[in-house]
């Protein structure tokens, strides 16, 4: 896989640059490499500093490699889920870092590359594994799950109004033979989805792709654990920046933003705080920073984006 394959837009590169305020000497974290497109930009700003880069995905790990070969020993590549944040630091006997970056959700190259099946655009196997080495694949979701479990999914992790009728509609459909691509998936979607409601409004199959790819990868499972272990291990003045792409994600991270700054967890008729957990710093976005209409026209996948930033007390 080369650096050109996997090529992508960094979104909101300038807002998170401001935002991790980097320091030339210091140590940055960039939980989610994906095309180097954001770590590029932080490691030019590194003199004895260093960066770590964490991805799942083998294949963007190795053309990270590539894109980032002129910064020598400055990189240092993480083949994990960055919710092994804690750990891999330790191993690396890193005690506290000056900074770190999370851009949330799948990466452009994902969904570009059709044998993936991320995309709900271009037939594939139905795969949506971030790292091709996991057992579980989408086939494996939408073939065993039951019923219920699909409409769960698809409701709870795609906020789509029509889950009931779509896991109906699958189920039907494997009767006959294992859903194998992801075209077959989208026209049974298709078929499901009233006429009307596919009139407007995203591609039909939208909300489903992005719940299933959430169940393979696990996604949600460990987010709030993980934007607390970042927090953790941030030096005081230090800043945790998170892009999200859906109101899900949006969401942990805005409560575990607040949880983290409140600190105590005691109940509101206690007199005195029993807890002795303190505050560990302060939200800096109390509003997300959203991407201008400049960058939207360049990179129509930032639409949805937000950032928000956490600093380190």
């Not at 590194?46 to 770590?52: E, H, Q, V």
């Not at 400055?74 to 804690?86: A, D, G, L």
């Not at 086939?139 to 039951?146: A, E, Q, S």
Request: hydrophobic share 35%.
């Amino acid at each position: 896989m080369t650096e050109t394959q996997f090529h992508h837009v960094p979104v909101m590169l300038e807002p998170c640059l401001d935002a991790l305020a980097i320091k030339p000497d210091g140590v940055y974290v960039d939980g989610t490499l994906g095309g180097a497109g954001h770590s590029f930009e932080i490691a030019k700003r590194l003199t004895t500093g260093r960066l770590i880069g964490f991805d799942r995905d083998p294949a963007a790990i190795e053309a990270s490699r590539v894109r980032l070969t002129s910064f020598g020993d400055t990189v240092t590549f993480i083949n994990r889920n960055h919710s092994e944040v804690k750990a891999t630091l330790e191993e690396l006997s890193v005690s506290q870092i000056a900074g770190a970056l999370l851009d949330l959700g799948v990466s452009s190259h994902q969904l570009d590359e059709a044998e993936r099946g991320f995309s709900y655009m271009q037939d594939a196997p139905l795969d949506m594994r971030m790292n091709p080495n996991d057992s579980m694949s989408a086939y494996d979701v939408v073939n065993t799950y039951t019923k219920q479990e699909l409409e769960n999914i698809i409701f709870t992790y795609g906020e789509e109004r029509w889950a009931k009728r779509i896991a109906e509609f699958i189920e039907d459909a494997r009767k006959n033979a294992p859903i194998q691509s992801t075209g077959e998936l989208v026209d049974i979607i298709k078929k499901a989805v009233p006429k009307n409601a596919r009139r407007d409004g995203p591609h039909p199959a939208k909300r489903t792709f992005q719940a299933i790819r959430i169940e393979v990868n696990n996604e949600l499972g460990s987010l709030k654990q993980t934007v607390y272990d970042f927090i953790d291990a941030l030096a005081p003045g230090g800043r945790l920046a998170i892009i999200t792409f859906h109101s899900l994600e949006d969401r942990i991270v805005k409560t575990a933003y607040r949880d983290k700054e409140k600190g105590c967890i005691c109940p509101p008729e206690c007199p005195v705080c029993m807890c002795g957990i303190k505050s560990s710093g302060k939200v800096i976005t109390r509003k997300p920073i959203l991407p201008t209409e400049a960058e939207l026209e360049e990179n129509p996948r930032a639409r949805s984006a937000k950032l928000r930033v956490f600093e380190k007390k």
